[in-house]
C-alpha cells in the first residue's frame, strides 16, 4: 500500500516538472475577447457562498435555505429546485439570486473521504471522449457523463426552463467547486447551446482541466462569460497536468482565469490572460509548493463537505414530508417537475433502494 501511495506521489511529480519544463513553449491561443462578464470582488463573494452551501448535507435546512452556510452573504435567494442523485453522489440546487436577477445553478464537488485519492487519480484522466458535434474537441468522459448521463441534466434545464418562464429570460449563473466546477462548466456549455451565450454566466472555484486545447477554444467561444477562479497553491487546477509541447494531445484550461492569493488576510486577485493557460498566473506556482490545503477554501469560504465520511443524506425537519418527496423522485422543486423526462435518467432502481440512503438525523 505504502509502496503504491509512493509511486503515485514520484509519478506525480514527475508528470508536473515535464509540465513545468514545457513553460516558454508558445501556446495555442484560445480567444474569448468579447467577455461581458467582468470580475467582480463583491459577486464573487456571493457566488462562492452558493457554491459552498451546495455541499451542505442536511438536505430539509438546504431546501428550506436556513442551514449555516446559507444567509451569510445570500439573503434574497428563493431556492426553486434541490436535485439530488443517491446513486452517483450528485447535488446541486436551482434558484433565483433577487438581487444579481439572475438563475442559479450550483453544483456539489466530490464529496468521499478521500478527496486525496480522487486527486491523485487526476493525473490518469484520459481525454477519452470525443464532445459530440465539435471536430477535434476532446474531454474526460468521466466529468462529462457526471452532468450528462445522470439526473443532473435534465432537472437542472427543466429547472432553468420553467425559471425563465416564470421571471422572464433573466441570465444564468453556473457555480461549482472542484469536481463540481467540471460538471459546472458542462452544464454552461449545455445552457449555452440551449439559451444562447448571453444568456449564461460561469464561475468555478478549483476546477480541474476538463478537455483539449480544442474544446477550450470552442468553450471559450460559446461560454464566453467565463470566470475560473484558483487560489494560491491549489492543486487541482495543475491537474489532469497540461504539456504545452503537446499542443494537440494535452489537456488546456479555457479562459478566464483569475487567481486569488492571500497572505495575512490581504486578498489579491490578479485577472489573467484570455489564453486558458496563463503562465503568470497559479501555472507559475512551483510544482514543489502545490498545496491540497488550498483547494478547501476559496475567498476565505470553507468548501468543504460538512460531512465527508459517507453520501447519505441526513435529514433533521419535516423528516417525513422530504421522504415522501424523495421516495417520489429525488428531485424536489417548488413546482411541477417533469418526471417522465426526468425518469429514464433516475440512478436508483427502487423507492426501497432509496429509502437505504435515507438516514434520518437525531
Ligand atoms: C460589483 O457588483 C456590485 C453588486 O452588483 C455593484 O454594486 C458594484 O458596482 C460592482 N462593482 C464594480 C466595480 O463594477
Ligand atoms: C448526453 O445525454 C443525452 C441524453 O440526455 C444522450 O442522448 C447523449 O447521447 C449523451 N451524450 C453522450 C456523448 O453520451
Ligand atoms: C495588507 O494590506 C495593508 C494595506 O494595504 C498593508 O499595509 C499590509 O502591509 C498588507 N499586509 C501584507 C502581509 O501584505
Given at each position: 500500500?505504502?509502496?503504491?501511495?509512493?509511486?503515485?506521489?514520484?509519478?506525480?511529480v514527475?508528470?508536473?516538472?515535464l509540465?513545468?519544463?514545457?513553460?516558454?513553449?508558445?501556446?495555442?491561443?484560445?480567444?474569448?475577447?468579447?467577455?461581458?462578464?467582468?470580475?467582480?470582488?463583491?459577486?464573487?463573494?456571493?457566488?462562492?457562498?452558493?457554491?459552498?452551501?451546495?455541499?451542505?448535507?442536511?438536505?430539509?435546512?438546504?431546501?428550506?435555505?436556513?442551514?449555516s452556510?446559507?444567509?451569510?452573504l445570500?439573503?434574497?435567494?428563493?431556492?426553486?429546485?434541490?436535485?439530488?442523485?443517491?446513486?452517483?453522489?450528485?447535488?446541486?440546487?436551482v434558484?433565483?439570486?433577487?438581487?444579481?436577477?439572475?438563475?442559479?445553478?450550483?453544483?456539489?464537488?466530490?464529496?468521499?473521504n478521500s478527496?486525496?485519492?480522487w486527486?491523485?487519480?487526476?493525473?490518469?484522466?484520459?481525454?477519452?471522449?470525443?464532445?459530440?458535434?465539435?471536430?477535434?474537441?476532446?474531454?474526460h468522459?468521466?466529468?462529462f457523463?457526471s452532468?450528462?448521463?445522470?439526473?443532473l441534466r435534465?432537472?437542472?434545464t427543466s429547472?432553468?426552463?420553467?425559471?425563465?418562464?416564470?421571471?422572464?429570460?433573466?441570465?444564468?449563473?453556473?457555480i461549482?467547486?472542484?469536481?463540481?466546477?467540471?460538471?459546472?462548466?458542462?452544464?454552461?456549455l449545455?445552457?449555452?447551446?440551449?439559451?444562447?451565450s448571453?444568456?449564461?454566466?460561469?464561475?468555478?472555484?478549483?476546477?480541474?482541466?476538463?478537455?483539449n486545447?480544442?474544446?477550450?477554444?470552442?468553450?471559450?467561444?460559446?461560454?464566453?462569460n467565463?470566470?475560473?477562479v484558483t487560489?494560491?497553491?491549489?492543486?487541482?487546477?495543475?491537474?489532469?497536468?497540461?504539456?504545452?509541447?503537446?499542443?494537440?494531445?494535452?489537456?488546456?484550461?479555457?479562459?478566464r482565469?483569475?487567481?486569488?492569493?492571500?497572505?495575512?488576510?490581504?486578498?489579491?486577485?490578479?485577472?489573467?490572460?484570455?489564453?486558458?493557460?496563463?503562465?503568470?498566473?497559479?501555472?507559475?506556482?512551483?510544482?514543489?509548493?502545490?498545496?491540497?490545503?488550498d483547494?478547501?477554501?476559496?475567498?476565505?469560504?470553507?468548501?468543504?463537505?460538512?460531512?465527508?465520511?459517507?453520501?447519505?443524506?441526513?435529514?433533521?425537519?419535516?423528516?417525513?414530508?422530504l421522504?415522501k418527496?424523495?421516495a417520489s423522485?429525488?428531485?424536489?422543486?417548488?413546482?411541477?417537475?417533469d418526471?417522465?423526462?426526468?425518469?429514464?435518467?433516475?440512478?436508483?432502481?427502487?423507492?426501497?433502494?432509496?429509502?437505504?440512503?435515507?438516514?434520518?438525523?437525531?
Open positions: 500500500m505504502e509502496r503504491w501511495r509512493c509511486t503515485g506521489v514520484v509519478a506525480l514527475l508528470l508536473l516538472a509540465a513545468a519544463s514545457s513553460h516558454g513553449i508558445r501556446d495555442l491561443p484560445v480567444k474569448n475577447s468579447d467577455q461581458s462578464f467582468i470580475y467582480n470582488h463583491t459577486v464573487a463573494m456571493t457566488l462562492v457562498e452558493y457554491a459552498s452551501a451546495v455541499y451542505m448535507t442536511d438536505l430539509t435546512a438546504l431546501y428550506t435555505w436556513t442551514c452556510r446559507c444567509n451569510d445570500i439573503q434574497g435567494f428563493e431556492m426553486t429546485s434541490l436535485i439530488v442523485d443517491v446513486g452517483n453522489c450528485l447535488q446541486a440546487f434558484g433565483i439570486d433577487h438581487n444579481l436577477n439572475s438563475i442559479i445553478i450550483a453544483i456539489r464537488g466530490t464529496q468521499e478527496v486525496q485519492n486527486i491523485k487519480d487526476l493525473i490518469w484522466k484520459q481525454l477519452d471522449l470525443s464532445f459530440p458535434n465539435m471536430p477535434n474537441a476532446k474531454v468522459s468521466g466529468f457523463y452532468y450528462n448521463n445522470t439526473i435534465l432537472a437542472i429547472a432553468v426552463r420553467k425559471a425563465r418562464k416564470s421571471y422572464g429570460d433573466i441570465n444564468a449563473i453556473v461549482g467547486h472542484s469536481m463540481g466546477g467540471a460538471m459546472a462548466s458542462f452544464c454552461a449545455d445552457l449555452a447551446m440551449k439559451f444562447g448571453d444568456s449564461v454566466q460561469l464561475m468555478t472555484f478549483g476546477q480541474p482541466r476538463v478537455g486545447a480544442a474544446f477550450a477554444s470552442y468553450f471559450a467561444k460559446y461560454v464566453p467565463t470566470i475560473r487560489h494560491g497553491h491549489d492543486i487541482v487546477p495543475h491537474l489532469p497536468p497540461y504539456f504545452s509541447f503537446l499542443p494537440q494531445l494535452t489537456y488546456h484550461h479555457f479562459p482565469e483569475v487567481w486569488v492569493q492571500d497572505s495575512d488576510g490581504n486578498i489579491t486577485e490578479q485577472i489573467c490572460d484570455d489564453s486558458g493557460e496563463d503562465p503568470d498566473c497559479c501555472r507559475c506556482v512551483s510544482m514543489f509548493s502545490l498545496s491540497i490545503q483547494h478547501f477554501t476559496y475567498l476565505g469560504v470553507d468548501m468543504e463537505a460538512d460531512d465527508w465520511s459517507t453520501c447519505r443524506i441526513v435529514t433533521a425537519q419535516s423528516v417525513q414530508q421522504r418527496e424523495l423522485s429525488v428531485l424536489m422543486t417548488r413546482h411541477d417537475i418526471s417522465e423526462k426526468v425518469e429514464p435518467c433516475f440512478p436508483l432502481k427502487t423507492k426501497a433502494q432509496l429509502e437505504d440512503f435515507i438516514q434520518i438525523g437525531m
